[in-house]
Structures are given as C-alpha cells and as structure tokens.
C-alpha cells in the first residue's frame, strides 16, 4: 500500500567505513568558471590590451587567493590552539594571504611605472614557500615520523628533476646566471619542494579519510606549480601577455586547494 | 557488552592505564578538540567504546585512527606513547627502561613512594605477585585504610594482575605485582626525571606497545 516514507523507514546505520567522496561537480564548476573567465579575456581583449584589463586580471588574480585563505583561516579556526593542525594550517593561510598581497604590490608598482624585476613583489610571492614548507613539514613530521628510503629518495628526486630541467633551460637562453635566472631558480625550487611535499602528505594519508583533502590539495598545489614553472619560462622568453592561460592554472589552483580546505574541515 | 572505567582497569596492562591518561590531551593538544571529538563519536559509533576504554584493545582505536589519517595513525599512537614515557634502552643497556615524560604521571609515582604505606605495598610485590591480604600482611598495614591504598594504586595502574590464587572456599583471587621492578629519581637542573624499569608482564600485556612495536 502507498504510504508517505518516514524518516524512521531509514533507520541510521553505522557505516562500515568512513567516506567523504570528492565531488567532481564542484571540481567541474571550478574548471568551468575558470574556462569561462580565460575563453571571456581572449574574446574581450583579443591583443592582450585594453583600458580595464590590468585591474580585471588583477582583481581575479587576488580574489583567489583571498578564498583559498580565508578557507585556510576557516580551517585554522577550527583547531585554534593546537599544536600540529593549528598552527600548519595558519601557516598555511598567511602563505596564501601572500600571494594575493604580492598581486595587489605588483598592481601598485605597475601603475607607478615599469615594475623591476625582482620587485617587493616578488619577496611577497616567495614568502608563501616557506609558510606552506612549513605546514607540509609539520605534519608529516607529526604523522609520519620515519620515512623509509624509497620516500626519501621521490621527495630528493622529483624536485631536483623539476629544478634541473628548469635550471637547464633557462640558463640557455638567459645565456648566463643572471638575477633573472636566480629570481625564475627560487620559484621554481619553491613550488617543486611544496608540491613534493604535497605528494609525500597525500600520499601518508590517502588510505585514511584525511587523505581525499589531501589529494585535492596536492592537486591545486600542482597546478600553481606548473603555473610558477610556465610563467617563469614565459619571463625568459619574453612571452607573458595578461591573457596568457598561465593565470589560469593559478586561479584553478587556488580554488581547488579552497575546496581541499573545505573537504577537510567537512571530514575531520 | 560495554565496559566501566572500572572495569577496563582491570583488564588493561598497568602501563596501557597510564598510557590512556595522555590519549585525549594528546590529540587535543595537537590536532584539536574537534578532532578529538570526532575520533570518540566514531569509536562509540562504531564499537561501543570511549576513547579511555579503547586503549584496553588499542587495535580498535587503531581502526579508527587509520579510518581518519591512514598511515598517518602511526605518528598520533607513537606520541601517545612518548608523551608518557621515552625509551632509555641505549643509556641503561636494558629495553624495558623508561623515562617518565608526562609531569603528571612523575608526579603521581613520587607521590606514591613519598606515601609510607603505597611505598610498603609497591616494594612487598617488587619481586613476585601476592594477594591483597598477603601483600596487607607482609607490609603490616591496616585492613581499612590498606585496601584503600591498593585500590588507588591499581586505578593509577601502579599496581597490576598478574596471575591468581584460589582460596580455600573455591573463590579465585587476583595476584597483583607493581608495574615495574625498579626506579631511580634524579634531580637535573631544577627537573626531577623519574625512570622506571617496567616489568616484563607490562610492557607483553601492553596492547599499545604491541601494536606501535609490530611497526
């Protein structure tokens, strides 16, 4: 006979497991807008120039960040006062933080004229590796305290490779070690040891619950990864135009990672 | 069948009792007390269990513990432990040395030998376990205030089961013997260090030994 169902028709039963799924809708819609804004700059500013494109790329270019912090201040507030998830993820969100007050340095400087190369800016970017050194480093330190040879030997590698083919590259065609090819070297040996880093944490936690924050993390870390690494070859190359999908994979970046906080403070 | 606290001590190893003392501060102090909260909810959800209880059979805490960090696990359950105690085999040749890390246990073990009577109790079963009447009778303490005594020091898991005895009435008795076979206290520096050599039967009943040793 019909009946209407009742909530007591569905008794509450303990899951065997715990789960918390990544949802691909919200990777998708990230990607989506992300897409959207790109494919909308290169109809609207088809020359790469145009009276408002400096501040729309910058205030994009600052807003993400600003969400992936805000969610990373979200999460440090959560765990306010503890020693490893407290004190990780504020280093985490004044990292972030960083990156969007580099953005708006740079905005200020490049409306006062030509911006040097390495500008304060740039000390603004840089500042966000240590600050996520060390929220990787504490807790894989916490978690994982002994890691066996193989580990040892992906987290020296990988960077290594991604600092010595960049390394290689660039001082070919700056045709000497030039401050460029210091200032294009610290990005890319910052973002390959945080995403090494990212790798090595996700990989700790990825039979646990924990470890699907942490794939996403380690995924929007790589992102802007790449994103470093492409924008300083463009710099060699004399290639980067404000329309450049390099940006990007920094905003797709920065909105994973606000959804990988976001997928942790919903786990744990 | 859910067990009291009381009940628990009974059947955890004396060392696990005060092992369970550091598991809530430890993961408060580092992780948080929301985490702290959801690791409970999910051990009594899924087993019935506190936190306190769980540590009698660590390998359901460890459940929990790998459901939420995976291998993670291992790092919280070797701070549960060294919160407590640090290993001191390299320094005084012998594995089952330990230095007591956690303020509150040194104290609760000083106080205990600073107390004429529990010092009497825990040196009468030093070597081999007695009964409680027998242990009452070699320390010449009084019944009242000696059962008291015994009491508290089996909560603290100072004091451990450790075999049995059947009277003459058929009743069993429990034997207890102290959870370890010698102490020395140093004063270093305005800090008192207190090392402990822990019975053998401690550190085997152990169940968190067992499982962050198996590693």
């Not at chain 1, 894989?140 to 600092?163: E, M």
């Amino acid at each position: 006979m019909f009946r209407w169902k009742k909530a007591q028709d569905n008794p509450d039963v303990v899951p065997e497991k715990l789960e918390s799924p990544i949802n691909y809708k919200i990777l998708s819609l990230i990607l989506g807008t992300v897409a959207s804004f790109q494919i909308y700059l290169y109809v609207a500013f088809p020359n790469a120039d145009g009276p408002n494109l400096d501040l729309i790329v910058t205030i994009v270019s600052v807003i993400t960040p600003v969400i992936a912090s805000i969610a990373a201040f979200y999460v440090t507030k959560r765990y306010w006062y503890s020693k490893v998830f407290g004190k990780s993820y504020f280093a985490l969100s004044l990292g972030i933080l960083m990156n969007a007050l580099g953005e708006v340095i740079y905005y200020i400087l490049e409306q006062q004229g030509d911006v040097p190369s390495p500008s304060i800016a740039d000390i603004a970017f840089l500042a966000f590796y240590p600050f996520a050194f060390y929220h990787l480093a504490k807790n894989i330190k916490f978690f994982k305290p002994k890691i066996n040879i193989i580990t040892k030997l992906f987290v020296i590698i990988l960077p290594a490779v991604i600092i010595g083919v960049y390394a290689i590259l660039e001082f070919a065609q700056t045709q000497g070690a030039t401050t460029e090819f210091y200032l294009g070297l610290a990005y890319a040996t910052g973002s390959a040891i945080i995403l090494s880093g990212a790798i090595l944490g996700a990989s700790i936690f990825r039979q646990g619950i924990l470890g699907v924050p942490w794939l996403i993390l380690a995924v929007g870390l790589t992102l802007t990864t790449i994103g470093d690494n492409w924008y300083s070859y463009q710099g060699i190359y004399d290639q980067y135009t404000l329309i450049s999908p390099v940006n990007s994979l920094w905003y797709a970046g920065y909105l994973v990672i606000a959804y990988a906080l976001y997928k942790h403070k919903a786990v744990i | 069948m859910i067990l009291t606290p009381r009940d628990n001590t009974l059947i955890m190893s004396g060392l696990d009792t005060l092992i369970a003392k550091s598991l809530d501060s430890t993961i408060k102090a580092n992780l948080g007390k929301k985490t702290l909260e959801k690791v409970e909810q999910r051990l009594f959800e899924k087993y019935g269990i506190s936190l306190t209880q769980a540590i009698g059979d660590f390998t359901k805490l460890d459940s929990v513990l790998r459901e939420f960090f995976g291998e993670g696990a291992i790092g919280l359950e070797r701070q549960f432990l060294e919160n407590v105690v640090t290993l001191e085999a390299a320094e005084l040749q012998n594995p089952n040395w330990v230095a007591i890390e956690d303020s509150s246990l040194a104290k609760l073990i000083l106080e205990s030998f600073g107390d004429e009577d529990k010092k009497n109790i825990l040196n009468v079963v030093l070597d081999e376990p007695r009964i409680i009447s027998e242990i009452l009778e070699v320390a010449q303490i009084p019944q009242t205030s000696g059962y008291r005594k015994i009491n508290s020091l089996i909560d603290n898991g100072l004091l451990i089961v450790q075999g049995h005895e059947i009277t003459h009435d058929g009743k069993r008795v429990n034997k207890y013997k102290s959870i370890f076979e010698n102490l020395t206290i140093n004063i270093e520096k305005n800090k008192v260090i207190v090392k402990v050599l822990l019975a053998k039967e401690s550190i085997e009943k152990s169940s968190i030994i067992q499982v962050v040793q198996c590693r």
